[in-house]
């Protein structure tokens, strides 16, 4: 954020009107999408709804929702499937349409991750309005909804209500709403063990605000002293209603100094709206009334997650690190990447699977690439911390080597630099593009999830 501007956050009765046109072309993106996955189910005999609803991971959520936990199947190999490795947001919500509607569990999954699905589109769009303006939001929200996965968005999967929780979680962070992006961050650390994606980045941006108040303080006492020495007036200029303005506004944005004017160093369009606090405005005073509201949006934060992994350790009587035996009898763990390596490295034994560690190599190499420009373009740091939480995770898992592009999904930042090129393009050849992507991407998904699909 400018040390002289700050951005405005649209009214509420504004806010959807100003996304309207993404949620509009993600609603298109995604009926694409389901259109070509009912036509390929069709001619293959396979009920598409099935796909979406009851198959894979939607099948344990709603067993969660119906019956509780405490469900597990033993493997020959001595591997235990227990649904305790579920998350439980979506089968609390899954069990709370049912209870209301006539609908059934996995009926109440489905709507759950449209309604997610379109929530977290406005989340994303409300982070890339707010960091890059209007324009790259929109491209933000495109570039999420025609990823070559984006069919899971509309599965009855956890992914698109915990993309939502995190979105909102961070533009709540941006903004300064810290008790919201706490609460919100808990939700999310119910949702998926990614979650401490989110409280990582609600705690680092909370740090950094903690950390250039003392700066400033510092410096302020420094200058006043300099100025009593000299008798000059800086005194009076360190005091004005201009200064304190400028402190407020950084109160209110946990985006560090730069981080706002990304988009335009970038090359980004100037679309997003900026303010300035007129001349003899009041001077803001409530410093100890942000700071308890970030001491409890922090607090907040860690408690869905931290909560959920002590039920199962208590529930499993293994302790405070039960949870990590429940994931490992899904021979699920974190080994810093090595049996992802090990998983490609085999596919160059041969020369058809070749072509598939190739497109590995190349995939991940573009995960990582699109990182580092993220940081090269200084983005904000919460979204940064998110990012690259939810990408080491993802890359670094042990197991289920083929949900790994389903797992980067929630992690929307990355799409950041690519919206901001897109957005550059006039809008013809801009919609051309994101048309002949979506095209692709419906494709694929149709074939994929009548496929082998995400595991």
Aim: proline letters at 5%.
């Amino acid at each position: 954020m400018n040390d002289l501007d700050a951005r405005v956050v649209p009214a509420r009765s504004g806010a959807l009107r100003r996304a309207a046109p993404a949620l509009l072309g993600y609603a298109a993106v995604r009926a694409l999408g389901l259109v070509a996955l009912a036509l390929w189910s069709g001619v293959r005999g396979k009920d598409a709804y099935t796909l979406l609803t009851a198959r894979w991971d939607a099948l344990w959520y709603t067993r969660v929702a119906e019956l509780g936990y405490g469900y597990e199947v033993r493997l020959p190999n001595g591997d235990v499937h227990s649904n305790l490795a579920f998350f439980p947001l979506l089968p609390w919500l899954e069990r709370l349409v049912a209870a209301v509607s006539p609908l059934s569990y996995a009926d109440g999954g489905f709507v759950v991750s449209v309604l997610a699905s379109l929530t977290a589109a406005w989340g994303i769009f409300a982070v890339a309005d707010h960091v890059y303006g209007r324009r790259a939001g929109v491209c933000a929200v495109l570039l999420w909804a025609v990823l070559p996965v984006g069919i899971v968005q509309s599965m009855a999967y956890s992914e698109s209500l915990f993309t939502a929780l995190a979105a909102w979680s961070l533009y709540a962070v941006l903004t300064g709403r810290w008790v919201t992006a706490g609460a919100l961050a808990a939700l999310a650390g119910l949702t998926r063990p990614v979650g401490l994606a989110v409280v990582a980045a609600v705690w680092a941006a909370g740090i950094t605000s903690f950390l250039r108040e003392q700066t400033s303080a510092r410096a302020h006492v420094s200058t006043r002293e300099r100025a009593s020495t000299r008798g000059d007036t800086s005194t009076r200029e360190c005091s004005s209603p201009a200064r304190d303005r400028t402190s407020f506004a950084r109160d209110r944005s946990a985006v560090p100094e730069g981080g706002a004017r990304a988009g335009e160093r970038a090359g980004a369009s100037v679309i997003a709206r900026r303010t300035q606090a007129p001349e003899g405005a009041p001077r803001t005073t409530d410093t100890s009334g942000v700071r308890l509201r970030r001491v409890l949006g922090m607090f907040l934060a860690p408690l869905g997650a931290a909560g959920y992994v002590l039920w199962v350790g208590h529930r499993t009587g293994d302790g405070p690190l039960g949870y990590l035996d429940v994931q490992a009898g899904w021979r699920n763990g974190f080994d810093g990447g090595y049996a992802f390596a090990r998983f490609v490295a085999d596919k160059f034994t041969s020369f058809p699977s070749a072509l598939a560690g190739l497109g590995l190599v190349v995939g991940v190499g573009l995960v990582v690439w699109l990182y580092v420009v993220c940081v090269r373009q200084r983005q904000p740091l919460p979204l940064l911390v998110y990012a690259g939480v939810v990408t080491a995770l993802a890359l670094c898992a042990s197991s289920y080597f083929g949900s790994k592009p389903r797992l980067l999904l929630p992690a929307f930042p990355l799409l950041l630099p690519l919206a901001l090129a897109l957005a550059r393009l006039r809008t013809p050849r801009s919609a051309l593009v994101v048309g002949a992507v979506a095209a692709v991407s419906a494709a694929y998904g149709a074939f994929w999830l009548n496929g082998s699909g995400p595991p």
